[in-house]
Nanobody, 120 residues
């Protein structure tokens, strides 16, 4: 069984910063990639950023240059540093990981989500 637990959400003023963290635990053989998604009210869930085991990162155009994703491989952890936050960044942020639990057995796992609200 695999669990992803997020932390670090909250209320911040426009222009402020927040740091989200996500830790994966359980029966994990190896992690392919860890990502952050978000879902605003009335909108579809969207990919925010991805960090692969090979060290590459990708960002949505809307956050590129403001958000930074980083992994701590030894701890099965991924962080999302969010700077210059805007009201349109308000959403529930979800951590996701594609990982192997056994040779040849992989799946996508999700955290429970953490609320980020950007408002004055």
């Amino acid at each position: 069984q695999v669990q992803l637990v997020e932390s670090g959400g909250g209320l911040v003023q426009p222009g402020g910063s927040l740091r989200l963290s996500c830790a994966a635990s359980g029966t994990i053989l190896s992690i392919v990639a860890m990502s952050w998604y978000r879902q605003a009210p009335g909108k579809q869930r969207e990919l925010v950023a991805t960090a692969t085991s090979g060290g590459s990162t990708n960002y949505a155009d809307s956050v590129n240059g403001r958000f930074t994703i980083s992994r701590e491989n030894a701890k099965n952890t991924v962080n999302l540093r969010m700077n210059s936050l805007k009201p349109e960044d308000t959403a529930v942020y979800y951590c996701s990981s594609r990982l192997y639990t056994a040779p040849g057995v992989w799946d996508d796992y999700w955290g429970q989500g953490t609320q980020v609200t950007v408002s004055s």
